[in-house]
């Protein structure tokens, strides 16, 4: 082999080395803040530590072409002129977090669709200009938190809709003012931390049907156009507390009625129009709350177990075994009544207050006068069945 062809292959590893650089040290954070030490990268395949980009004047990460590989975390912060992100597409591992915050100018996270790990949190925060998330289509598994807040015209979910697990919290906050529905969550069955949703502009939770576990707190808060929580038909269990507070347009919530136990304490107080609670009872029946149990502050019918018993009777006729006969004469101001079971039985007015209570026997009729004028609520209880009657005497 004479000089000139050694030469020609030394230039070719060196170039094949360059194109094909390791950058950074582990347990460092390699810190971008001119357009210069962007360039500086442009050889690099892989970063070994954290890449924090921060430059006022980057528009684009053209130098970042080939990187493919980022050992922690991966940090886009104040790039106020970065109109796109669309040269990570090499981009497939990052073993720690990937943070964009504060990008006032990038409208789409289109360029990571080909990232197939994250190991940390995905934080995406007072991006103003953000208006969907749709790159991701390549996880199915989040390591760490999903923190969406702050990012004023959001509007989709679509793009984490392979994800299935996030193994720490979601937090979805108020600032994100224009996002209507969770849409995009759809393959999302089970969350190892907690959920907290306080979103203005959320009419449903439209995205969350298959979600089944919630390993810490779930809080819906503060949310004037909710309606109802019927996507919630899947979940089963909550780890934590389970608190519904502050939605004024709520009317109902049967759609946790699968819900089978919450391993903290249930709050649902302070919905002015909540009347119909009916998805609570059993898990209330069955006790299955650990802790506390507060239901107040509520409009009629959701405030206290008596309460959501009256409004929901033929719900709970759905779900008991019991089996009852039940004659209310209104002249005579008194109710008769048999049930196939031993059971005990209360009385209760409208207001939730107990007006009787006693022991019947199987197949023994028992006869009650009413002694007040009204709406008024039989409740029959043997083992873990209840049955539900409401009557009105005049």
Known sequence: MNTRTILFTLLCICLVHKANAQCGTTGDTLVVETVDELLA??????????????????????????????EEDFILSENISLLNIHDLSNLTWIGGSLRIETNFTLASLEGLEGLEYLGGNLILD??????????????????GDLIVTENHVLDDFSGLHNVESINGNVILNNLNLVLSDLTGLNSLTSIEGGLFVSLPALTTLSGLENLSYVMGDLE????????????????????????????SSLVNIDGIQSLESVGQNLAIHDNEALSMCCGVLPVLLENGVVGTVN??????????????????????????????????????????????????????????AELASGVCKPF????????VSGLHGLSVHSGSDVIVRRFAVY
């Open 126 to 143: 007072g991006n103003i200009t953000l208006e969907t998330v749709a790159a991701f289509g390549g996880l199915t598994e989040l390591h």
């Open 295 to 352: 239901i107040s502050n509520n409009n009629t019918g959701c405030n206290g177990t008596e309460e959501i018993e009256l409004a929901c009777a033929e719900f709970i006729d759905d779900v008991a075994n019991l089996e009852l006969e039940f004659i209310c004469n209104t002249s005579r101001r008194e109710i008769r009544f048999r049930a196939n079971d031993d059971a005990v039985y209360y009385l209760w007015s409208l207001s939730g």
């Open 364 to 371: 023994e009729t028992t006869t009650i006068s009413i002694p």
């Open 220 to 247: 819906l808060s503060n949310m004037d156009l909710l309606a109802n929580v019927d996507e919630l038909v899947s979940l089963m269990a909550v780890g934590g507390t389970l608190n519904i507070h502050h939605n």
């Open 41 to 70: 990268l442009s050889s690099c395949d892989s970063i070994r530590g954290s890449l924090y980009i921060h430059q006022w004047d980057i528009s684009d990460l053209e130098p970042l072409a080939n990187l493919s590989f980022i």
